[in-house]
Nanobody, 124 residues
Framework: QVEVVESGGGSVQAGGSLTLSCAANGYSFDGNCMAWFRQAPGKEREGVAAIYTGSGGTSYAESVKGRFTISKDNAKNTVYLQMNSLKPEDTAMYYC?????????????????WGQGTQVTVSS
């Protein structure tokens, strides 16, 4: 039984930082992909960042490049999303996804396990 649990969301002012954590309990970091998606009210879910659990290769949405960093700790089966220089448009529910085979940010259906989400609110 795989359980994906996000934490670290909260409310910050524009320009601030947050770090999200995603623990994938019961899941082996064996080379597949972990990713962060987000969904704002009234908008579609969009991919933010992804990382291969084996090689550590990463990909980012254009809107967060240079501001967000995804990383992993294989010993803890945990993935992190460091978010700097936050903007009001980053406000969304952030979801962690596990077990993607191709690390695609445009294909959320390619991930087999999802967490419940953690809310990030950025005020201007």
């Amino acid at each position: 039984q795989v359980e994906v649990v996000e934490s670290g969301g909260g409310s910050v002012q524009a320009g601030g930082s947050l770090t999200l954590s995603c623990a994938a309990n019961g899941y082996s970091f064996d080379g597949n992909c972990m990713a962060w998606f987000r969904q704002a009210p009234g908008k579609e879910r969009e991919g933010v960042a992804a990382i291969y659990t084996g090689s550590g290769g990463t990909s980012y949405a254009e809107s967060v490049k240079g501001r967000f960093t995804i990383s992993k700790d294989n010993a803890k089966n945990t993935v992190y999303l460091q978010m700097n220089s936050l903007k009001p448009e980053d406000t969304a529910m952030y979801y962690c996804a596990a077990d993607g085979s191709r690390c695609r940010l445009d294909a959320p259906l390619g991930y087999n396990y999802w967490g419940q989400g953690t809310q990030v609110t950025v005020s201007s």
